[in-house]
């Protein structure tokens, strides 16, 4: 073993100080430690260290430290290899109610299946398993690498079954984004509020439909929006006030904002809904920005009229843009969350699109889907822990 490159494997039960005699006989013998990873898990201890020009004698004298700990340890000789040229480093974030063994045996087999290398394995949820993420090299290249990674997702959703799961490139920009948008209906409250304005103004199976298939995509939102307004006239704007009074937060929204407020993020609400419980939303939440559509109201009467500009699919995107152009922003730097079809354009232009309990067109285009549980599952996918968000959201 004279001078070979070993890599050295420490496990049993952990204790304090362990890593701290292991390398202080790393610096008797002048030997130079080129790579240490080090994982707990229910109180076992698993420690690898690299360590070039090891000795018989340095092997020996780790291996008495060890012993006086109960820990055991193996050697074995190891070469840098050349690395693949076409590996790309990915973040693969996997959450739902459970992350069961046959869950995390589709995602494996379906990584294997595309050359993919996990490199590392890390719980994000605390008492259960409910979230986890990989770290992993695969072999896809850089040519169209978005359509690339967007493949590799839809064959993992494919083999999870009822899971979550989130592809991204693993890189600093995942964990640097500054600015987060989101819808508003049936996002970041659980309604809509233009079926509710309807339902008071006994319109409700009439706006109802005319609101699902546009968020199905089937029609125009612009023409859709104008349909059903329109439909609205005479209802007294006190109705207004009411329900801005009254929405009903999505769950995980208070401590989704709270945690983003607090790690320096500006937040926005981009919505196609209505200005009234837009700005209701933004004094609550502590919002930076709110836009959407404001209704005409003349003598205290809803007139059936939006006033300009509309807030389309399109404009949402240019929202997005124009908030972050102010605030000095990359747009890659930007995450947009929605549940519309009228959303895709905003979650296109953002650094990374999430649909939560997403219309299927949408769950199909994004980045990331959130399709179980609340809002605050967003975290996971910057790379934050249960244990974060609760010293963070107390």
């Given at each position: 073993m004279d001078r070979e490159r070993l890599l050295v494997t420490v496990t049993g039960p952990d204790q304090p100080a362990i890593t701290a005699e292991l390398t202080s006989v790393l610096v008797a013998a002048g030997a130079p430690l080129l790579d240490l990873e080090q994982v707990v898990v229910y109180g076992e201890l698993t420690l690898c260290l690299v360590i070039e020009a090891a000795t018989p004698a340095l092997v020996e004298a780790l291996r008495t430290a060890c012993a006086h700990?109960?820990?055991?340890l193996t050697a074995q000789a190891v070469s840098t290899g050349a690395a693949d040229?076409?590996?790309?480093q990915l973040a693969v974030t996997v959450f739902g109610d459970r992350v069961d063994a046959a869950a995390i045996h589709g995602v494996a087999r379906v990584l294997a299946e595309h050359g993919g290398n996990i490199e590392r394995i890390h719980r994000l949820s605390d008492s259960d398993l409910s979230a986890i993420e990989l770290i992993v090299s695969v072999p896809i290249g850089a040519d169209d690498l978005d359509g690339r990674l967007h493949a590799l997702r839809q064959h993992l959703l494919a083999a999870a079954g009822a899971i979550?799961?989130?592809v991204q490139r693993e890189s600093q920009s995942r964990r640097a984004k500054r600015l987060v948008a989101m819808d508003m209906d049936s996002t970041l409250i659980q309604m809509e509020v233009i079926d509710e304005l309807a339902r008071r103004a006994g319109v409700g199976d009439r706006v109802a439909e005319l609101t699902r298939r546009a968020m199905l995509g089937e029609l125009d939102f612009e023409q859709s929006l104008r349909a059903r307004v329109g439909l609205l006239a005479g209802l007294d704007a006190a109705h207004l006030d009411d329900i801005a009074a009254h929405l009903p937060l999505s769950e995980g929204a208070e401590v989704l904002v709270r945690v983003?407020?607090?790690l320096g993020y500006r937040t926005a609400v981009i919505s196609g809904g209505f200005e009234f419980a837009a700005h209701a939303l933004q004094r609550r939440l502590g919002l930076d920005y709110a836009y959407a559509n404001a209704l005409e109201?003349?003598?205290?009467?809803?007139t059936g009229r939006v006033l300009e500009p509309v807030v389309t699919p399109a404009r949402k995107a240019a929202l997005l843009a124009e908030i972050a152009a102010r605030e000095g922003i990359d747009l890659g730097q930007s995450i947009?969350?929605?549940?519309?079809a009228n959303d895709l354009p905003m979650l296109e232009a953002a650094g990374l699109g999430i649909a939560f309990h997403a219309k299927p067109k949408l769950t199909a285009a994004a980045d990331a889907a959130i399709s179980h549980g609340s809002l605050t599952r967003v975290l996971y996918l910057l790379g934050l822990r249960a244990r974060d968000l609760a010293e963070l959201a107390p």
């Open positions: 700990r109960a820990l055991a040229p076409r590996a790309v979550d799961i989130a983003l407020a607090r109201v003349v003598d205290g009467r809803v947009a969350i929605g549940d519309g």
